[in-house]
């Protein structure tokens, strides 16, 4: 169950779902994270629209396909956080992420997953979170992630998104995580999380040019802990 609704509230455009990202809330419960993106304002979602207004987008049809999918997940998984004991809710998210698993699978080995060009960062976000839910399909996860770690290379592919897409394959190999994001960072146990247990994810963080995991885990539990979240 904690992989099914893993991914709520991490869109990042117009900015992430259910997040505190008024500035002046933001920097009083996660003041890491405030200044993080300070220093890094080509990773915030504006600096991301106004690359793909500049670039022009080639299928929009495409990108608004993706959204919709998007959206439903989103709320799929919101009706089963307030309901967890609901199986029909369960059973819902689960068809769903059958379906974009399917329609991933189907664009990977025909006409290819949607560019750059076609459906822009967003869009790449966009097929990240319908990747990062296609849990019962670990040979897809896995063929998905070396698609977007080539486009990683080429500066079209969100390095935070990589990472947790690296992550999520790497915990269902059953091998130890790079980065340090597949937390249930909504579950009491977020406060029982010693620091040192985030000692082992630095350096590859830091090599990747994320921000220090002690801040996104207090991103994540304040996005979890958010208003119609739970």
């Not at 106004?50 to 670039?55: A, F, G, L, N, S």
């Not at 956080?81 to 699978?105: F, G, I, P």
């Not at 060009?117 to 399909?137: F, N, T």
Request: hydrophobic share 40%; net charge negative; charged share 25%.
């Amino acid at each position: 169950m904690a992989a099914l609704l893993a991914v709520l509230g991490l869109a990042m455009l117009p900015a992430r779902a259910e997040e505190p990202t008024e500035p002046s809330r933001l920097a009083s419960i996660c003041p890491g994270v405030a200044a993080w993106r300070a220093t890094h304002p080509e990773e915030q979602p504006a600096a991301l629209l106004e690359r793909d207004r500049q670039r022009g987008l080639t299928d929009q049809a495409l990108l608004d396909e993706l959204q919709q999918r998007f959206e439903a997940d989103q709320q799929a998984r919101r009706r089963w956080l307030a309901d967890r004991k609901n199986a029909e809710l369960q059973a819902a998210v689960v068809a769903l992420d059958a379906d974009n698993s399917a329609w991933l699978a189907q664009r990977l080995n025909g006409p290819g997953l949607p560019s750059v060009a076609e459906v822009g960062e967003q869009g790449q976000h966009l097929l990240w979170l319908l990747a990062q839910h296609a849990d019962q399909q670990p040979r897809l996860q896995a063929a998905l992630l070396a698609e977007f770690e080539r486009r990683h290379a080429r500066g079209e592919f969100a390095t935070e998104d990589l990472a947790r897409l690296t992550d999520r394959v790497l915990v269902h190999r059953g091998t130890r995580q790079r980065y340090g994001t597949q937390y249930d960072w909504g579950s009491p146990r977020y406060a029982q999380i010693d620091p040192s247990e985030f000692a082992p994810y630095a350096a590859a963080r830091a090599e990747a040019g994320l921000m220090p995991l002690q801040d996104y885990a207090c991103l994540m539990h304040a996005a979890r802990k958010a208003p119609g979240t739970r």
